[in-house]
């Protein structure tokens, strides 16, 4: 089925540790970006890219990379996991065009312990 | 300052009753685009409609419309006839050109609202 698939769906991480968040998307979509889903605050955007080999800082960056090589995939890397990067993670990927929302991906949900 | 503004964070309805989320937004951007989105507890992010800031009229989809008052910058999602699955967070959302390429179009989200409708 085409959409975006993220990996994994739940994940447990020690403090310190390193970790990738998978996703990808068959939609030959240009627009990709992760977001983090935190109670009260909505969507803040992670990081995002608009195609391959560009990527760019959303409104909450600190403590995450990211890479696009290619159109179908942008994994979310956490270097050094905190406490405070306990969240859901959701990949959305769309058009570049003002009209197009975002497919989302089904999320990841995050605990750093 | 909030770009998305959603002051309800929790609303209750009785089934088949209407149901008004409220949505107020600000942009300097003369062209955008409003989102609402819905997140029942299994947590998958649901496009419900979508507004221009261009369209004369206001968008409908199904039992969903959007009551677009764009000189108040509002953008309220109108349920009519609830159901009992409708009880879901409630995101509103806008997309607007960011930057000098206009290539980076961010979707901002507002807190949302939590729905509950009562049987």
């Known amino acids: 089925n085409a959409g975006v698939t993220q990996t994994p769906k739940f994940h447990i991480l020690k403090t310190g540790q390193s970790m990738t968040l998978q996703c990808a998307q068959d939609m030959n979509h240009g627009y990709l970006s992760w977001y983090r889903q935190d109670p009260g605050m909505g969507l803040r955007r992670i990081h995002y890219?608009?195609?391959?080999?560009?990527?760019d800082k959303g409104e909450v960056p600190d403590g995450y990379n990211v890479s696009r090589s290619n159109t179908e995939d942008f994994p979310l890397r956490l270097e050094s996991a905190a406490p405070s990067q306990t969240s859901v993670y959701f990949c959305?990927?769309?058009?570049?065009?003002?009209?197009?929302?975002?497919?989302f991906g089904s999320g990841t949900r995050l605990t750093v312990v | 300052a909030q770009k998305i503004t959603q002051t309800q964070p929790g609303m209750f309805v009785q089934e088949k009753e209407a149901v008004t989320l409220d949505c107020t937004y600000d942009t300097s951007d003369p062209s955008y685009g409003l989102f609402w989105y819905k997140q029942p507890s299994s947590g998958e992010m649901i496009f419900l409609i979508y507004?221009?800031?261009?369209?004369?009229q206001n968008a409908t989809e199904g039992r969903y419309s959007l009551n677009f008052q764009k000189a108040r910058k509002s953008a309220n999602l109108v349920i009519s006839a609830s159901q009992l699955g409708d009880s879901a967070m409630y995101f509103c959302a806008m997309r607007e050109v960011v930057g000098f390429s206009g290539s980076a179009r961010q979707l901002t989200f507002g807190s949302g609202t939590q729905l509950t409708v009562l049987p």
């Open positions: 507004q221009g800031s261009y369209d004369q």
């Open positions: 890219s608009v195609a391959a080999g560009i990527t």
């Open positions: 959305a990927s769309s058009y570049q065009r003002r009209i197009d929302g975002y497919t």
